[in-house]
């Protein structure tokens, strides 16, 4: 199945089981979740890939969601928050409730190609019911700065979309300390270059290297990418961010990353 942009989502469907008879069912109640992708369940039913706050990813299924008089048609869509309930045991639980918890606009155009792309980056990286409530917040935060630029161009957008990176490394253990030598602990200096490496950290480095970062850039990247206006730091952010990006997915190119480099250069 493709999204209405050509994107074709990459998750495995996991095939639901029923709970064996005396073991204990897990009930979760009202939990804040988004809709990563929908997939058609039997005749009526969808079977869900979602992101939760506290149980991190995890596959739902929703019975008799796909009929015409279900009032979970309205409420399972993708970039809107959820409160969900459900329950079971094993790979897929089954939702029992969801409520629509409001507040955010639809995405469409370009801002709906970046969420696209956060969904995947969740989806390759970020392993089922491994719960990162900060990364949740940011996947909110991301989603609601989308919203609210309908009709922002590439440039504008940049910014949202390296900050969601950022976090997303930063929670998965994947960012190394920008501001210390990976192997000696030592303190970066302003006036030196450095190498990232994804799986050492930073390490010094000649200024001739391919590779040379000078210590004030990974410094002012230490807490997060710029909100706007240094052009330069913006822009070893983001090499930065494609760099261990690329290493942690073993090489390969997300569909939706590839997408906005070819169309907007993000």
Not at 172 to 183: I, K, Q, S, T, Y
């Amino acid at each position: 199945m493709r999204t209405e942009l050509g994107v074709e989502p990459v998750a495995v469907r996991p095939v639901p089981r029923a709970p064996r008879r005396g073991v204990s069912v897990e009930r979760v109640q009202e939990e804040p979740i988004y809709v990563l992708h929908s997939y058609p369940w039997k005749e009526t039913s969808l079977l869900l890939d979602v992101f939760s706050r506290r149980h991190g990813r995890l596959a739902l299924v929703a019975k008799g969601a796909k009929r015409p008089t279900s009032a979970l048609r309205a409420v399972l869509l993708g970039f809107q928050p959820c409160h969900a309930s459900w329950s079971g045991r094993g790979e897929v639980r089954t939702l029992t409730r969801a409520e629509w918890a409001g507040g955010l606009a639809p995405l469409s155009g370009l801002p709906l190609l970046c969420g696209f792309y956060f969904n995947e980056l969740l989806v390759r990286l970020l392993a089922r019911e491994d719960a990162h409530e900060g990364l949740f917040d940011a996947y909110h935060a991301g989603i609601a700065a989308l919203a609210q630029r309908p009709h922002a161009t590439a440039g504008e957008l940049e910014p949202v979309l390296r900050s969601f990176e950022f976090s997303l490394l930063r929670e998965l253990g994947f960012l190394p300390d920008l501001h210390l030598e990976g192997a000696t602990s030592e303190p970066v200096l302003p006036d030196a270059f450095y190498r990232v490496d994804p799986d050492h950290g930073v390490s010094a480095c000649s200024a001739s290297d391919a590779l040379a970062v000078r210590g004030e850039v990974l410094l002012a990247l230490r807490e997060g990418p710029p909100a706007e206006g240094d052009v330069a730091l913006a822009r070893a952010a983001k090499t930065l961010m494609r760099s261990l990006l690329h290493y942690h997915l073993s090489g390969q190119m997300l569909h939706t990353r590839q997408l906005l480099i070819d169309l907007h250069k993000l």
